[in-house]
Structures are given as structure tokens and as C-alpha cells.
């Protein structure tokens, strides 16, 4: 079924979108401003880097507009859930997978162009499997499943909870930050490995 309040697919697609733009802008950084790199040394992470945190900016100023329509609800008596201020922690996993992801993204585009296209496609998949336009429980089975193991889809889980005043589930937290924390350190050891030879492959 699809949910028909709002902010359940606001919420969830607000999260989305910072990812899916944020990694798309870090992945295109090191090639976009090759002219740049081959004349001027600013260290290499500063590109993907600042395009993330400018989408970061973006999404925070998001989720203001976001809380102000849930304070409208509740104002107007449509919405009773007590917001909880810890739907501002799902924001550390969310930011630090989408650095990890980004940094690889990087590195692998330097090498290899067409990741460009298969994100694109990978960014479909993962906004399927992120349950924005539906409850995830009603799938069983094996989609059930891939979409639990999808750590955009516990961070989304978790944020909505806290949305609605409602407890994290606890497991999720777990699992989503340490997937993010993996994605962060595994980005910083492949874009650090990498970044002397970017200037031979740009």
C-alpha cells in the first residue's frame, strides 16, 4: 500500500535525494575540475567533499522546512505524534554513507567512466529498496529482506520513527551505523591509496 500522509514519503525522499545527489556530485568532482587539479595543489578530497557538504546544506535546510510542515500539522490537529529530537542522530549514518560512498565513487570514476551509468541505475534500485512511497512491512520474503539490508533503508526507518515519536529500532541503528562507518573508512582508505595517480588518469 502507499501511504497517503505526506511527510511519510517526505520525509523518506528528502533523505534520498541528499544521497543520491550528494554521491552523484562527489563521484563527477575529480574529473570535473581536472583543469584544476592539473595547474593548482588544493588536496584532492576537497572536491568530492565540498560538493557533499553543499548538499548537506541543502538537505538541513530541507529538514527545516520539514519539521515547520509537521509544527502546521500538529497546529492543525491532523497530526498528534510528538516529534522526537533524536530524528536528528540518523543524520550522522546518513551523512557518513554518503562520504564513504561518494570517496568511492571518486576514485573508481578516475578509472573507470562508465560508473557513472551503472550508478545511475544502482540509485534506482536503492530508492526501490528504500520503502518512500510504501510500508516495507507489508513485503515478506526475499523483498522484505533486500530492503533490510539496505542501510539508506534503516537510516529512513529510523528518521521516520523519530518523525512520528516513536522508539528507534534499536537493531537497525546498529546495523546502519556501522555499515555507514565501514563506508566512510573504506572511501578514505581507497581515495587516499589513489589520489597521486588521479592526475595520470584525468
Known amino acids: ?5 505526506p511527510n511519510f514519503w517526505i520525509s523518506a525522499f528528502t533523505m534520498y535525494s541528499f544521497f543520491s545527489s550528494s554521491t552523484n556530485s562527489a563521484m563527477k568532482s575529480i574529473r570535473a575540475n581536472s583543469a584544476m587539479i592539473k595547474k593548482v595543489y588544493v588536496p584532492k578530497y576537497m572536491y568530492p567533499l565540498s560538493g557533499i557538504l553543499s548538499n548537506f546544506v541543502i538537505f ?7 519539521v515547520g510542515v509537521m509544527l ?3 497546529a492543525t490537529g491532523s497530526y498528534k505524534a510528538p516529534m522526537n529530537a533524536n530524528m536528528f542522530l540518523t543524520v550522522i549514518p ?3 554513507l554518503s562520504i564513504g560512498v561518494g570517496l568511492i565513487l571518486a576514485t573508481l570514476c578516475v578509472f573507470f567512466r562508465d560508473i557513472e551509468y551503472l550508478w545511475s541505475v544502482m540509485l534506482m534500485l536503492i530508492m526501490y529498496c528504500s ?8 513485503l515478506k520474503g526475499a523483498g522484505g529482506m533486500l530492503i533490510k539490508i539496505n542501510p539508506l533503508y534503516g537510516i529512513i526507518d529510523n528518521f521516520r520513527r523519530a518523525l512520528f515519536g516513536q522508539h528507534f529500532d534499536m537493531v537497525l541503528l546498529g546495523y546502519t551505523f556501522g555499515v555507514s562507518i565501514v563506508a566512510f573508512l573504506l572511501g578514505m582508505f581507497m581515495f587516499y591509496k589513489k589520489q597521486d595517480t588521479f592526475i595520470l588518469n584525468i
Open 1 to 5: 500500500g502507499i501511504s497517503l500522509l
Open 72 to 74: 502546521f500539522f500538529m
Open 60 to 66: 538541513l535546510i530541507s529538514l527545516v522546512v520539514l
Open 94 to 96: 546518513l551523512l557518513n
Open 131 to 138: 520503502a518512500i512511497f510504501y510500508f516495507a512491512s507489508r
